[in-house]
């Protein structure tokens, strides 16, 4: 079992900066784990992921280039640097992390075991 709490969203104006931050507690050996976001009467959109190991990570299209996910796996946290914030990345953010012998797409948010509560993220035009 893995518990996840998120911290940093907040209201910043486009072109700023945010950075998220993911308190992991529990079994996070070998996992994935990552940033999904999501609005209203629209279904979960992936952001980024990284595995256990150095250099594995991954990003939706949108946020290429513009966000940064790092992982330190001795202290459980997995922060999400947001640079160049956009309008349309106003969201709910959720960290999540997927048990160790879970396959599947990273992409999927179907394929995620753990879940946090969420932080909203607004960015103002």
């Known amino acids: 079992q893995v518990q996840l709490v998120e911290s940093g969203g907040g209201l910043v104006q486009a072109g700023g900066s945010l950075r998220l931050s993911c308190a992991a507690s529990?079994?996070?050996?070998?996992?994935?784990m990552g940033w999904f976001r999501q609005t209203p009467g629209k279904e979960r959109e992936f952001v980024a992921a990284k595995g256990w190991s150095f250099g594995t990570a991954s990003y939706g299209d949108s946020v290429k280039g513009r966000f940064t996910i790092t992982r330190d796996n001795a202290k459980g946290t997995v922060d999400l640097q947001m640079n160049s914030l956009k309008p349309e990345d106003t969201a709910v953010y959720y960290c999540?992390?997927?048990?160790?012998?879970?396959?599947?797409?990273?992409?999927?948010?179907?394929?995620?075991?753990?879940w946090g509560q969420g932080t909203q993220v607004t960015v103002s035009s």
């Open positions: 999540t992390a997927r048990a160790v012998l879970t396959t599947g797409s990273i992409n999927d948010p179907a394929r995620y075991d753990f």
């Open positions: 529990g079994r996070t050996f070998g996992t994935v």
